[in-house]
């Protein structure tokens, strides 16, 4: 049996205006890098956050150089996300705009822990 869940997805500020009109969409990445720093996708698919726990723990490594902003990520099978080897899931699909909403803007990058 599926469950779909709320999921969230954590971004770079840079990437508000796109992820508003077209979505999360791993082909679009340019704006700014990855959470983690990356430049390019590391994987063909979309990194999402089980909990607040999650997100908060990518919120605190933000590589991006700048503020970000936290996504609610609606309407996903959670028997569709893939590990990435590393204990963070993602999706192997874009994810409509339909199914994102801006939950948290312009959170200050964090002190390391």
């Known amino acids: 049996m599926s469950h779909t869940s709320n999921l969230l997805h ?7 205006r796109s992820i508003a009109q077209h979505g ?6 340019g704006a700014a890098p990855g959470i983690a720093g990356s430049s390019r996708p590391e994987v063909e698919g ?5 909990d607040e726990e999650e997100a908060e723990f990518l919120m ?3 590589n991006t150089g700048g503020p970000i902003d936290v996504w609610s990520v609606d309407g996903i099978d959670e028997e569709l996300l ?11 699909d874009r994810i409509p705009a339909a199914h994102v909403r801006l939950v948290r803007s312009d959170v200050p990058p ?3 822990f």
């Open 24 to 29: 999360l969409d791993w082909t679009r990445m």
């Open 10 to 16: 954590v971004s770079s500020v840079l990437n508000r």
């Open 82 to 92: 893939l590990d990435n080897g590393n204990g963070f899931v993602y999706l192997p």
């Open 46 to 50: 979309i990194f999402v956050c089980r």
């Open 60 to 62: 605190q490594i933000n």
């Open 110 to 112: 964090q002190l390391a």
